[in-house]
């Protein structure tokens, strides 16, 4: 539409060859500003992307390595449970001695190596132009190992996207590379551990995406998902192949599963919000107590062990108990005991201020709903109910409804979940938009104070042209006028007001260059003659232009490198003035789009479509 109007426009007063002139320009237009510099960041995400998988390799034996030392006394990196340890009372001393060593790390090492991992990895995006030190590198995976292995009730993912990220940024920060190239490395080297560490690279793509690029562009996208699918296609070598929790494939549920897959959605995505508010009323009580921060994870390791003591399954990342919940091996009374003391001391512990990650404890507590919710279910086995309240519970809690779907339908293979996964995950989305102004990831983010934008839109500047806003006629000046002329016209008291600025043409209406009133301030205390003109006081300056069939954005950034407040519009036929755009009319341009979500219109009337359709 906005190009067969500009089209119009210009072939009417210019005839053929300015149609065809304009034609050809269009067509420079692309949907999208990637160039080839793509090549380049595809061949480092292949490195980022193999950096991630070893990463994730690393941590999930630091964590084994942790673990086997901290409650069997022995070193070894073997997969071990935390819950068929010997030690009785003993045990529950470790998360205390645990979470001291990270905050001894976090005090003398890194304040950064605190909390989730990935608001850090938010924040290093936002304000840090992408760019992670070496030693958070080394010091974030090392206390998350120690976190987790010695029963921190946490997740490794937001330590390995923490980690992922540093290589790539680290990688990155090797080359000459704009911020925007860092980020796109480090957000690779974020979902390539991601990728690796739960075999889910679609996943992984789709949270880049939705949590972590803060734009929808190729140069962005295809260096992430090379690097997802690079770690994906290394984690058989180096952690194993096949599914993480295998389910069959359910059947269909009726029209009453889908809308009871919706409400429990809803109840998933207030207990998202229950959750959020746990976590930060508890670091806002840590935020009150009379000593240094550093000491706060001791505390947290003291909730820890005690609830270790209560219900040993919550200590760990659990994937034990994600499995046991998707194939209904779990009875109500555990899983109802394990979802509130895993509540508890998570949140605590992350109020505390310690290392580790937030997915995993979503996705026990989530599955844990929905197991206990599918006991009630008409329809379909608590397997499905704890996979639908799995998702739901980190669609809604991590505002990233399409990667929860991605990410449970390829933890899985189980396909026969996808619609009342979507559905679920739909409304647990939308439940913790209504209710909540941030999520839990953004909510730290926030209060460091930076805000963070999560809708993408379509920047209207890129969809509309010059024509459409520039102001026509224009008024302007001629550069043979006389300078005594010029001076009279912006300072005699008795003119009306004129505007600030304009455009100064020769005989055949060509710009030369633009004039403002400060301008001819200065030219007043300059020397010259009573015969000069304005074309001889102009020569040197400097001008920047547009053309009428050029987007409002390319103007914008134009105005803004050169920082004028009005740029003059050109035909691109004879470059002739026809316009003239200013900054009040960039203005109008966002004006509109207020318009367009503030107005509300109705065109057709039920009464009408009523009589006019329906006979007696």
């Not at 490395?185 to 880049?208: C, E, I, Q, R, S």
């Not at 009150?288 to 505390?299: A, C, D, F, S």
Request: net charge neutral; charged share 15%.
């Amino acid at each position: 539409m906005l190009y067969s109007s500009s089209l119009r426009t210009l072939s009417e007063p210019h005839g053929n060859r300015a149609a065809a002139r304009h034609a050809h320009s269009i067509d420079r237009l692309r949907d999208f500003s990637t160039d080839k510099r793509l090549f380049m960041l595809v061949a480092m995400a292949i490195v980022v992307g193999t950096a991630g998988a070893v990463a994730a390799w690393a941590l999930s034996h630091l964590i084994n390595l942790a673990t086997n030392l901290a409650y069997y006394g022995r070193f070894s990196a073997e997969p071990v449970s935390i819950d068929g340890n010997k030690l009785g009372l003993a045990a529950a001393l470790i998360p205390v001695a645990g979470c001291l060593i990270v905050g001894l790390m976090a005090r003398y090492g890194s304040e950064k190596i605190r909390g989730h991992g990935i608001p850090e990895a938010m924040e290093a995006i936002l304000i840090g132009q992408s760019r992670i030190q070496p030693k958070v590198a080394i010091l974030k995976p090392l206390s998350s190992a120690i976190s987790i292995g010695t029963g921190g009730p946490f997740g490794a993912e937001g330590p390995i996207i923490m980690t992922g990220g540093a290589f790539g940024s680290l990688f990155a920060q090797l080359f000459h590379l704009s911020n925007n190239e860092r980020k796109t490395l480090l957000v690779a080297g974020a979902a390539a551990g991601m990728a690796a560490t739960f075999n889910t690279p679609v996943a992984a793509m789709l949270l880049a995406v939705e949590l972590l690029l803060f734009e929808w562009k190729p140069r962005s996208f295809v260096p992430v998902a090379i690097a997802s699918v690079v770690a994906a296609g290394w984690r058989p070598w180096m952690m194993g192949a096949g599914i993480l929790f295998p389910m069959g494939a359910s059947a269909a549920l009726p029209p009453l599963g889908l809308l009871l897959a919706a409400g429990l959605g809803i109840l998933a995505g207030l207990a998202s919000g229950l959750l959020t508010l746990m976590v930060y009323t508890s670091e806002d009580l840590f935020q009150r107590l009379p000593i240094h921060w550093m000491w706060w994870p001791v505390l947290g390791g003291i909730a820890i062990g005690g609830g270790g003591l209560i219900e040993p399954h919550a200590l760990g990342v659990g994937y034990d108990n994600i499995a046991a919940l998707l194939n209904g091996n779990m009875t109500t009374a555990s899983t109802v005991r394990l979802v509130i003391v895993k509540a508890v001391i998570w949140s605590i512990a992350l109020g505390s201020g310690t290392s580790g990650g937030v997915l995993a404890p979503l996705l026990i507590m989530g599955a844990a709903l929905g197991a206990i919710c599918g006991g009630f279910m008409p329809v379909g086995d608590s397997g499905l109910w704890a996979l639908i309240g799995m998702a739901a519970m980190m669609g809604g809690t991590m505002r990233s409804p399409l990667t929860a779907i991605a990410f449970a339908v390829e933890l899985t293979h189980n396909m026969g979940g996808l619609l009342p996964l979507a559905v679920a995950c739909t409304m647990a989305h939308a439940t913790t938009v209504l209710t909540l102004r941030r999520s839990i990831l953004t909510e730290k983010v926030a209060r460091r104070g930076h805000h963070v934008m999560r809708e993408y839109i379509v920047d209207p500047f890129e969809t509309v042209r010059a024509s459409e806003i520039m102001a026509k006629p224009v008024n302007r000046l001629s550069a043979d006028t006389p300078m005594s002329d010029i001076v009279a016209f912006f300072t005699a008291p008795d003119v009306p007001s004129r505007h600030k600025t304009y455009p100064v043409v020769d005989d055949d209406g060509h710009v030369l260059r633009m004039i403002t009133r400060d301008d001819v301030f200065h030219l007043t205390h300059m020397d010259w003659s009573a015969g000069q003109s304005l074309r001889d006081m102009i020569s040197d300056w400097r001008l920047a232009t547009g053309y009428e069939d050029e987007l409002v954005g390319q103007l914008a950034d134009r105005m803004a490198d050169t920082d004028v407040s009005s740029i003059p519009i050109l035909c691109r036929s004879d470059d002739t003035l026809v316009g003239l755009v200013t900054r009040s009319d960039l203005l109008r341009v966002r004006a509109n789009l207020l318009r367009n979500e503030k107005e509300r219109e109705r065109f057709i009337g039920l009464v009408y479509v009523f009589f006019k359709h329906c006979r007696f």
